[in-house]
Each structure stands twice: as C-alpha cells, then as structure tokens.
C-alpha cells in the first residue's frame, strides 16, 4: 500500500525530470547548433534539418541524468522518512522507479534512433550494440530488437544503481568529509593509474585481460558485431542486482542531517 | 492502542545515549518529554519514529514492532529539528504530498492555520525563516490524519505571539480531535498547565515516569529558619536547597510524612514542575 503511494509520488517526479531531460536534450541538439552557426559565420547556411537529425545525444544524456538523479537520493529518502516511510519502502519503490524510467528512456532512444537518426543517416546503423554485438543473432534477426532494447535498459539501470551507490555513500558523510574522501580517492585512482602504467610491464596481467574479454563478450573473430552480448547483458543483471542490495545496506545506515 | 518501548539502548560511537529505556504511551493523552541537553530525548523520538535504530530495545503498538513497519509508522507523525524537507518544494505541494503518504490532511484546518500564523503556502520551504519553517511542521502535525504526534523543540524560533497561537492551537484540536501529543521542549514553563503526564530522562535513563497531578502533589517547599527547615526536612527526600542570610528552602520530593507538628515558623509551598524538574535534574535528589 505504502509502497504504491510512494513509487507513485517518485515515478511523477522521475518521469517530470525524464520529460525535462528530453526537452532540454532536443535544445541543445537543434537550437544550439543554428545559433553557433549564425553566430559564428553570420548566415544559416550550413544548416540544415537533415544534417540536424543525424545527431543523436539521447544516449548519453539518459545516462548522465539517470546517474545524476540517482545520486541525489538523499533529498527524497528524507522526505520519505519524515512522513512516516520505512527505508526498505524507499528502497523498494527506488527500484521499481529506476528500472521503470531506465526501460522508458532505452524505448525512447531506440525508437529515436531507427525513427528519426537512420533515415536521415542514409540507413546507416552504428549503435554501439550493433558494432559490437549485431550479428551474433544474426543481422537481420528479430530478436536483435529486445535484445538491443533489453542491453541498453540494463545499461542504464546499472548506471542508476552506480550513482544511488555513491549518492548513499556520499549521504553518509558530512559535507567536509565527502569532499575529504572524494579527493582522496581520485588521487588515489590517479596514483594507481600512474603506477600501472610505470610497472605493468613487469607485471603479469593477462588474467584481467582475461576477465574483462569474458564480461564484455569478447569472441575471438575477424568479423564485426559477432561479441557475445549476453556475457554483458549477465554481468549487468548480476552487476544490479549486488549493487542494488549494497545500496539497502548503505541505506539503512544514512543518518538524517540538517542540511 | 499504546505505544510501548521497552529496554531501549542507543550508544553513538563509545557514548551511552540511551540505556535501557522503558515507558508507555497510552491514548489520547498528552505528555511531556523532558530532560536537559544531551540526555536523549531527541534520539528516543528518532528511535520510535523508526528514523535511527536502536542497539536494543523494542518499540511496539499494540505488540506490534515499528520497525520498517509502514502501517504502524504512518500513525506517527514527528515533527523534528531537523528539517528533513526539499527547500525547493512549495508548501501547498509539501501538504499534498503529506496528504498522500499518510493517506489523509486537514486542508481546512491547514488553511485556517496558514491564514492564522500569516504563513503563504506558495513559499518554497527554502524561503522560509527557522520560526516559519516551525510553524509550517507545526501545521503539518496538527493536520495529518495520525494518532500520536511526536513534536520536538515545536517552539524554536517562535515569537510569544506564535508560541501563545500555537497553544491555543494544540489544545482546541485535541479537544475537537483527540490523540497523543508527546512534547519534548525546555520551555516548561509554557507547557506545564497542557501536559498531563511527564517522561524525565536524564544521563539515558528514565528519571520520572508520572503524571503531572501526582508528581506536583508530592513537590514541597519548605522555608524558614534554617535549623528550623533542616530538623523539619530531616530524613525526607530533599531534592535541592536554597539560601538567603538566616531563610532557608528546602526542596523535598516525596511523602512530608504529615502526621508530624508543623513548627510555626516553617511554611510549606508547592513547588511548580519546572523548579521541580530542575531540582531533580541537577542532581540534588532522585525521582523515583
């Protein structure tokens, strides 16, 4: 019951925030660059609408708003909490919402893709799916359609849960510390990276190699497209699934803040 | 339909704040929290508001835990220091979703009360003063469709005028509408004719567990020479001592064992709850 009244109240926020995002996106793809253009050569001349359609930022912005609204969890946990909401409701509407709007946003983009970018693009089709995984079903087959679909929903839902993570995690802490620990662990990725790139010649490590070839499908083959995309698609659904119950645990310990 | 906590215990870090709380809440009643800074009365609200969780300890309705219990929880309203409101959000649209997680709002009563305190429901919380942003969780409290209200420090940065209104508030909802007030404040003074029971806490125990009535009725001031009050208070529970030149007030909370002669020169006053409360408090006697 509860968690009906609240997956209600988050969607009507999310799908108010997804509709902005949209807005906002179509913006910048087709208003900004006829305003540059004039600025910069003084006439529209080079522009033109079919030029205009061929961009596609849809992608990239779901991820990026689906990560951001996810990391603000904080504003609406407390909200919830202050009007009489268990954490685990908040937790379970959360998912429910994320998921909802992460399938919403991978339709959209899929139906803006082959509807809008395509036939403006000469029927040329470059989606990341289909470089890297369009033919192990084989090019024209039909399940490359919910499988397309399904791999950028999980996508996008994975980098919900990512930005919830750090959203919980930066909720823990107070403003001075969160800034602390965030310094700290983007120096700390550079040193790494730093000492990698020094060492990892005297280092054995094929195995991540390894790793990595097996979570993203790699297939050892001269051809295009032919990577085994349920690898990925597993490693997402496994990926959501621990990362989703790390955030109850990050949860259950937020401590409401004045601020 | 009582809310019970039994043994609660909350440490932050190595600091007992809590240490084997025990009380009940009962109906229709309205009741004071009270304690000096520090001695957990706002972890003990969080507790039963299932908004922090306890190292021990059960709160239960009706038997029932209130733990990640949305049911139980939605007939608890705590209105907090903390302001846990999105500062972007307009008022009228805080009601409406107040409205629809507790599954009711007095929308009349609210607009009487915005109208009262002067208090524009198009405001974004963000916008509101410390005074303002109580009063707004004051009206949020008095609206919602729950049986226990939880309200603490509900006076921070209230004027006179404000904190006289909102009395004048509380007292004729809950007799148009009873349920459980609980108020947790330091302004004894202003509340002690409202409240009809009182929790003391002190040091993360309960201190007293009492109504007012029958916690006054056994509170004495007993002044006069001091030799006089000392050999007349001798053997009582004196909670706190007071002296001026020869006069002496003794605080004595407890039975005066009556059937003794009263000298002439010894008189015997009623102590009002907050000079009793900051006697107990202050580590000149015990409660119990």
Known sequence: ?259 | MEIKISEITKKFGKKQILNGVSLTIEPNRIYGLLGRNGAGKSTLLNIITDRIFANDGTVTIDGVSTHEHDELLGKIYLMSEVNLYQKRVRLQELFKASKIMYGGFDETYAKHLCEAFELNPKLRFGQLSTGYRTIFKLIIALCLPVDYVFLDEPILGLDANHRELFYKELLDTYSSHPRTFVISTHMIEEIANMIEHVFVLENGKILVDDDVDHMLSQAYVITGPGETVDQYTEGLNIIGTESLGNLKGNYVFGSLNDDREIPDTVQISRMDLQKLFIHLTSGGGTGK
């Open chain 1, 1 to 259: 019951m509860k968690t009906k009244s609240v997956f209600k109240n988050k969607l009507k926020h999310s799908l108010k925030g997804v509709g902005y995002t949209y807005l906002l996106t179509l913006v910048v793809m087709f208003v900004l660059p006829v305003v540059f253009t004039f600025l910069f050569t003084g006439s529209l001349k080079g522009v033109s609408l079919h030029n205009l359609l061929q961009n596609n930022l849809l992608p990239f912005i779901s991820v990026l708003f689906l990560f951001i609204s996810s990391y603000r969890i904080y504003g609406p946990f407390k909200f919830y909490i202050q009007n009489g909401i268990s954490r685990r409701t908040v937790w379970k509407a959360t998912i429910g919402v994320v998921s909802l709007c992460s399938l919403l946003m991978s339709l959209i983009n899929y139906g803006y893709y082959y509807m809008v970018v395509v036939p403006n693009a000469g029927n040329v089709d470059n989606t990341f799916y289909n470089q890297l995984f369009g033919q192990f079903l084989g090019f024209h087959s039909f399940w490359n359609v919910p499988a397309q679909i399904f791999y950028e929903w999980l996508l996008l839902w994975s980098f919900a849960v990512i930005g919830t993570f750090f959203g919980s995690l930066s909720a823990l802490f107070k403003r001075r510390t969160r800034l602390i620990i965030w310094l700290t662990v983007l120096i700390g990725i550079v040193v790494v990276i730093r000492f990698l790139m020094q060492f990892h010649t005297a280092m054995n490590l094929d195995w991540t190699e390894d790793v990595i070839k097996f979570l993203v499908g790699y297939t050892k083959t001269d051809g295009e497209g032919l990577w085994n995309p349920f690898h990925p698609i597993g490693v997402m659904m496994v990926a959501i699934f621990v990362g989703t119950g790390i955030n109850y645990w990050l949860q259950q310990h937020l401590i409401l803040k004045n601020q």
